[in-house]
């Protein structure tokens, strides 16, 4: 990183903020790039949720569950619970219920990565990429998918793919494209006026899935980038200890404060992907609405 006595607060910073990539980014929106610190940490933690998921279904009995049984059988039936309010199709809640499931504790783990020290799986790394004889002040490593924009688009895109997928099955590709030039403003007998009306609803239809799967993905990453950075900012003040009377002062602080944003964000972290997952769940359930 920098200078003689080490990184500058704003390098520090810089360092714990950039991803691992294939190559930088040429342009603002670069499709060529990959952050394979965010392809890795999310397929990391999906594996572990359906290896979770798997192993309480595995070990289910009939008789008293034991804490991780019933903890997995809560989520599931709260979960069912909460598509049924939604999602009237059962057909559908087949398919929808596990997925929302699957949504909810995949993007809680991901969020929970945030809790890890800043500096301790980028350290790892940056030991391992060393010892391979490469330069160490690339070594650069973020461990919190769901402060990606990229990730958290990714997934609101593929919601948005799968309400897509369930609006035409529902309603057949007539039917939806028929609801897609007449709602919300209806339409009319006169032609000239069906066809302004025609254009302007699908205008609006546009507008609202863009938008829907826009903020979606946004608030989700705007609330995990905010708490990945006041953890940096935190852990900077450790990072300033000194046998001062200051220095012993924010080595206090760095403990006091980071226990007490720590149990903060816990709750932020599952707030997050019960609203991500909830969200999810109302926007397939419009799909299967018809106006």
Same mark, same amino acid.
């Not at 609006?204 to 993905?217: D, N, R």
């Given at each position: 990183m920098a200078a003689e006595n080490g990184p500058t607060s704003g390098e520090y910073i810089i360092h714990h903020l950039t991803h691992l990539q294939n190559h930088k980014a040429s342009n603002v929106?670069?499709?060529?790039?990959?952050?394979?610190?965010?392809?890795?940490?999310?397929? &990391?933690?999906? +594996?572990? %949720?359906?290896? *979770? $998921?798997?192993?309480?279904?595995?070990?289910?009995?009939?008789?008293?569950?034991?804490?991780?049984?019933?903890?997995?059988?809560?989520?599931?039936?709260?979960?069912?619970?909460?598509?049924?309010?939604?999602?009237?199709?059962?057909?559908?809640?087949?398919?929808?219920?596990?997925? &929302?499931?699957? +949504?909810? %504790?995949?993007? *809680? $783990?991901?969020?929970?990565m945030d809790l890890l020290p800043v500096d301790l799986l980028p350290a790892i790394w940056h030991w391992i990429y060393g010892a391979t004889g490469r330069d160490p002040e690339h070594a650069y490593l973020r461990v919190v998918p769901t402060a990606d924009l990229s990730m958290t688009m990714g997934l609101s895109v593929g919601v948005l793919v799968t309400c897509l997928i369930y609006n035409i099955k529902i309603k057949g590709m007539g039917g939806w494209a028929h609801e897609l030039v007449t709602a919300p403003f209806g339409t009319s007998k006169n032609p000239v006026f069906a066809l302004l009306l025609g254009v302007v609803n699908?205008?609006?239809?546009?507008?609202?899935?863009?938008?829907?799967?826009?903020?979606?993905?946004?608030?989700?990453?705007g609330n995990m980038y905010a708490g990945e950075l006041i953890f940096l900012l935190i852990a900077m003040m450790g990072g300033a200890w000194t046998l001062s009377f200051t220095g012993v002062g924010l080595a206090i602080g760095h403990i006091i404060a980071g226990t007490i944003w720590a149990g903060f964000h816990l709750i932020i972290i599952t707030l997050q992907a019960f609203v991500f997952m909830m969200l999810a769940l109302v926007y397939l359930g419009q799909a299967h609405d018809s106006h």
């Open positions: 929106v670069d499709f060529s790039v990959f952050n394979f610190d965010s392809i890795f940490f999310s397929i &990391a933690t999906g +594996v572990l %949720v359906c290896w *979770l $998921l798997w192993l309480g279904a595995r070990k289910a009995t009939s008789g008293v569950p034991g804490r991780f049984q019933g903890a997995v059988e809560f989520l599931v039936e709260y979960v069912d619970s909460q598509a049924k309010g939604i999602v009237h199709n059962a057909h559908s809640r087949k398919l929808v219920a596990p997925l &929302a499931l699957v +949504v909810f %504790v995949w993007i *809680l $783990l991901m969020n929970a699908l205008g609006m239809q546009l507008i609202e899935f863009v938008a829907k799967t826009v903020s979606h993905g946004m608030r989700l990453f």
